[in-house]
């Protein structure tokens, strides 16, 4: 297995003489992780909790779910906080059927969100970007047609990156599953991946293993594509529960291990240009973590 994982690290430009200990690695890049439950940011005490930890952890950039019940003040109060640590906060929401073409009305509404409320906020108190979540392989309509929600989902995620492009510097970023490289487009031009890369200027890429290697060797196509379409990719780890796939969780390892593997992880991926540091799903499993 080791040697595969070292072939496949070799074909796309990976070149570490070994695996270094943990111990002695620093990390030059930042950390991200998702915040889904945004309750936590109306109080002063949740505000300051989540920036701890977000320090503690070297954090540089949340993506934090839009809920339009939390007052925009709690928002400005956040992302101000948030911005005195270099912490950069992104816009983030989706579900599986903004994929398809009669609920784009859906990207629609939460951009204008978004610059709505950076239009009325100052400037140490705006979102830096937005992500989508959309997963559209959850639907039963991928089983039913694969090739028509692919290729709805990429149009979907290009129309995204217009409407955002269009009066903004805003980045624009999608959370994507590690196997769309093996999905090619019905019109041949190549893989979902690439296309979705393409058109956006982030992926954060879902290769969800609880091992270095088999991260590394999950994400090595994106990370060259990456590198040869000048994109960054965010290399995504799970800390929640699975019971049913628990390879895939640093849920039992804790966090001493997760330390260890991400640390590996970077040390592996560093000298590329597109990578942009490891995201940690999610905020909330992530300070669970047994220690």
Do not use: C
């Not at 640590?85 to 816009?91: E, P, S």
């Amino acid at each position: 297995m080791l040697i595969m994982v070292m072939l496949m690290w070799l074909s796309a430009g990976f070149t570490p003489s070994s695996l270094p200990s943990a111990d002695s690695l620093a990390s030059n890049k930042p950390k991200a992780t998702w915040l889904w439950d945004t309750s936590l940011i109306n109080t002063s005490a949740g505000r300051n909790d989540i920036l701890q930890f977000a320090k503690s952890q070297r954090i540089g950039r949340i993506f934090l779910q839009v809920n339009p019940a939390v007052a925009q003040s709690a928002y400005r109060s956040f992302i101000k906080k948030a911005s005195g640590y270099g912490i950069q906060v992104n816009a983030l929401d989706g579900a599986p059927n903004w994929a398809l073409p009669e609920n784009r009305h859906k990207i629609t509404d939460l951009v204008h969100w978004v610059k709505t409320y950076n239009a009325s906020a100052l400037v140490n108190e705006r979102f830096a970007g937005i992500q989508v979540d959309i997963e559209p392989y959850l639907l039963p309509e991928w089983t039913a047609d694969q090739n028509a929600v692919a290729v709805n989902w990429q149009q979907s995620l290009a129309y995204f990156n217009e409407l955002v492009k269009m009066d903004s510097t805003l980045t624009t970023a999608a959370a994507v599953p590690f196997w769309l490289d093996s999905i090619q487009l019905p019109d041949g031009s190549g893989s979902l991946s690439e296309a979705i890369m393409a058109v956006l200027d982030e992926t954060a890429l879902m290769s969800y293993r609880d091992q270095a290697q088999d991260v590394v060797a999950l994400a090595a196509e994106e990370i060259a594509t990456g590198d040869r379409l000048g994109k960054k990719v965010w290399i995504s780890v799970e800390t929640n529960p699975a019971p049913d796939t628990p390879y895939i969780t640093f849920y039992e390892e804790g966090k001493a291990e997760l330390e260890r593997q991400l640390a590996l992880i970077d040390s592996m991926l560093q000298g590329h240009p597109s990578y942009s540091g490891i995201a940690v799903h999610d905020y909330a499993g992530w300070r669970a973590l047994s220690n």
